[in-house]
């Protein structure tokens, strides 16, 4: 199969055999380059390795490479634009005091609508408490996730 690189499907992966090619994202390489399959679990291709860079990774299947992922209903929402997030952020910081902003610590302990100061991110509210000492905070450029109280 040499020089010979497909597109895998959902529908067509069972066709594909060990060390046979096939185009797949590389996560170092940072694109579609051609891999080689390493194992299969059943009619599933289960690992590969990039021919450009020589890195063994999990298959990332084709269906997830499109413009527009399908989602399970449990994964992760799609992020927010960053615009929406910047607009987000000066709703919550316009009319208050930067200089009352608390310094963002991982031993601290915050609530709701805290108004913090990140050595990294600088200026950013506290959006939601979440499980497990996490805290989800949107600064002027992004919305984070991080530890506190711990």
């Not at 380059?33 to 009619?43: E, P, S, T």
Request: glycine share 6%.
């Amino acid at each position: 199969m040499i020089g010979t690189c497909k597109q895998v499907t959902a529908a067509n992966e069972y066709k594909f055999k060990v060390a046979q090619d096939v185009l797949n994202f590389c996560g170092h390489c940072k694109m579609d380059v051609a891999h080689v399959i390493m194992a299969k679990l059943g009619d599933k291709i289960a690992r590969v390795k990039c021919k450009t860079c020589g890195s063994e990774h999990n298959f990332r299947r084709a269906d997830a490479l499109s413009s527009t992922p399908k989602r399970s209903s449990g994964s992760k929402p799609k992020k927010t634009s960053s615009l929406s997030i910047h607009r987000l952020w000066q709703e919550k910081v316009s009319g208050r005091d930067e200089s009352n902003a608390i310094s963002y610590a991982v031993t601290k302990s915050y609530k709701v609508d805290d108004l913090i100061f990140h050595p990294t991110f600088e200026l950013g509210v506290v959006t939601a408490i979440m499980s497990g000492h996490k805290m989800k905070v949107v600064f002027k450029e992004s919305e984070k996730i991080l530890v506190h109280e711990r």
